[in-house]
Nanobody, 115 residues
Framework: QVQLVESGGGLVQPGGSLRLSCAAS????????MGWYRQAPGKQRELVAS???????NYADSVKGRFTISRDNAKNTVYLQMNRLTPEDTAVYYC?????????WGQGTQVTVSS
């Protein structure tokens, strides 16, 4: 079993930056894939970025060049660095992990981009 706790969300002005963190309850070196999803009001949850144990990454087209996903195995934490934020990035951001064939989700953290 894996428990995931997100942090780092908040209110930021357009053009600003935030870094989200996802702390896992077990060693992430044994978790093949971890990722960030987001869900805006009235919209479906969508993939933002993912990273594997081999550090292969995948990004949604809408965030390429602005967001960076990374993992720190020593801290059992995955990060999402978000730069040049726009109001369209406003959503609840969720961390997920695939471990032993089971998908786990965190509780989410709100990101609001507004002036």
């Amino acid at each position: 079993q894996v428990q995931l706790v997100e942090s780092g969300g908040g209110l930021v002005q357009p053009g600003g930056s935030l870094r989200l963190s996802c702390a896992a309850s077990r060693s992430i070196s044994s978790i093949y894939s971890m990722g960030w999803y987001r869900q805006a009001p009235g919209k479906q949850r969508e993939l933002v970025a993912s990273i594997t144990t081999g550090s292969s990454t995948n990004y949604a087209d809408s965030v390429k060049g602005r967001f960076t996903i990374s993992r720190d195995n020593a801290k059992n934490t995955v990060y999402l660095q978000m730069n040049r934020l726009t109001p369209e990035d406003t959503a609840v951001y969720y961390c997920n992990a695939v471990y032993s064939g089971i998908l786990y989700w965190g509780q989410g953290t709100q990101v609001t981009v507004s002036s």
